[in-house]
């Protein structure tokens, strides 16, 4: 459009068309926040027994992967959202014995918060 004042804010694929919308004085300045962070871990332990006086040699194998994911969206003003994703996964091997699967564990936290007024959010 020609003649038409327009602001753009493209992160990754998301993208927010006249940022004035979002300003909270009717402005034309907003402050706008987005983050993101990913850890990953992965465990692993062998141990094994020689001469063994029970059964003879012992062998066991424990593996167990950790993966966090943090996003938040922050407009320094009335709304902030914040979510986490969290899955765990292990198992353990023992040859000759039994093979123990630690439960496959998701956990997705979202949080809003909205603020009233400068002195009370909910």
């Given amino acids: 459009m020609a003649g038409a004042p327009a602001q753009e804010l493209i992160r990754g694929k998301t993208r927010i068309n006249d940022l004035g919308l979002l300003s909270h004085a009717g402005g034309s300045n907003v402050n706008l926040s987005i983050s993101q962070s990913l850890q990953y871990a992965v465990t692993g332990s062998f141990t094994t027994f020689f001469n063994w006086q029970k059964t003879g040699e012992v062998n066991n194998l424990f593996l167990l992967q950790d993966l966090k994911y943090n996003s938040l969206f922050d407009d320094n003003g009335i709304v ?29 936290t979202t949080r809003v918060e909205v603020a009233l007024s400068k002195l009370q959010r909910i």
């Fill in 80 to 108: 902030k959202i914040s979510n986490t994703f969290t899955h765990n996964l292990g198992v353990q091997f023992i040859p000759d014995s039994i093979t123990v699967l630690k439960a496959d564990d998701n956990v997705i």
